[in-house]
């Protein structure tokens, strides 16, 4: 079955330090999607990228979608103490499955 | 707009029990998805409902099941409770033609 990678588990950064996570899926996606749960909290959706090469930008978060559609990342400029929490890629193999394959995130930890 | 309400909040069981969790999607949404979370841990799927239909279930044992209400909602039930299955257990709800998940606040069962 799909099988998705995301990388590292941890990142501890000082404040204004810049933070990327990686995410590699075994098949390639029809879609990628990201979350982020801030300790205590649930998931929140943050971007679905679709197109080969696709990079967008959220403030200082810019996030891409590999040529293949077989990989992601996610980068945070000048990281601040709201940053903190764990990030998660999800992918979606398409052929009319909604069903999404979550990579196990990555905790970001930032010292003030 | 209502999000996805999950009830309880907070279920305490002794090992043997059954537990019983309930998940009420964002209105028209049909699709509801409930996943684990251990402590610390990533996303583990469990199951996916559609149009009243199970769609896929993770790798589970059967005493995790679960059933689709007429109005979208959903229950999850495991049976003959074990320690380990002391996690958060998260509801998600996405459209039918879309797969963007909106996540409800959790139920943090923990087993005795």
């Known amino acids: 079955g799909q099988q998705v990678m995301q990388i590292p588990q941890y990142q501890h950064v000082q404040e204004g330090e810049d933070f990327t996570t990686y995410c590699n899926s075994s098949?390639?996606?029809?879609?990628i999607q990201w979350y982020k749960q801030r300790p205590g909290g649930h998931p929140v959706f943050l971007i679905q990228?679709?197109?080969?090469?696709e990079v967008k930008k959220q403030k200082r978060l810019t996030f891409q979608f590999g040529e293949a559609k077989k990989n992601s990342s996610l980068h945070i400029t000048a990281t601040q103490t709201t940053d903190v929490g764990t990030y998660f890629c999800?992918?979606?193999?398409?052929?009319?499955?909604?069903?999404?394959?979550f990579g196990k995130g990555t905790k970001l930890s930032v010292i003030p | 707009e209502a999000g996805v309400t999950q009830s309880p909040t907070h279920l305490i069981k002794t090992r043997g029990q059954q537990a019983t969790l309930r998940c009420s999607p964002i209105?028209?949404?049909?699709?509801v998805y409930w996943y684990q979370q251990a402590l610390g841990l990533g996303l583990q799927f469990l199951l996916w409902?559609?149009?009243?239909?199970?769609?896929n279930r993770g790798n589970f044992p059967p005493r995790f099941s679960g059933r689709q209400f007429p109005n979208y909602s959903s229950e999850l039930n495991v049976n003959a409770l074990e320690l380990e299955d002391s996690a958060l257990y998260l509801c998600?709800?996405?459209?039918?033609?879309?797969?963007?998940?909106?996540f409800g606040a959790g139920t943090r069962l923990s087993v005795l």
């Open positions: 998600a709800s996405s459209l039918q033609q879309g797969n963007i998940q909106y």
């Open positions: 098949t390639t996606l029809s879609n």
């Open positions: 990228l679709v197109k080969s090469g």
């Open positions: 999800a992918g979606n193999s398409g052929a009319g499955s909604y069903q999404l394959t």
């Open positions: 209105s028209g949404h049909t699709s």
């Open positions: 409902y559609d149009e009243g239909e199970e769609r």
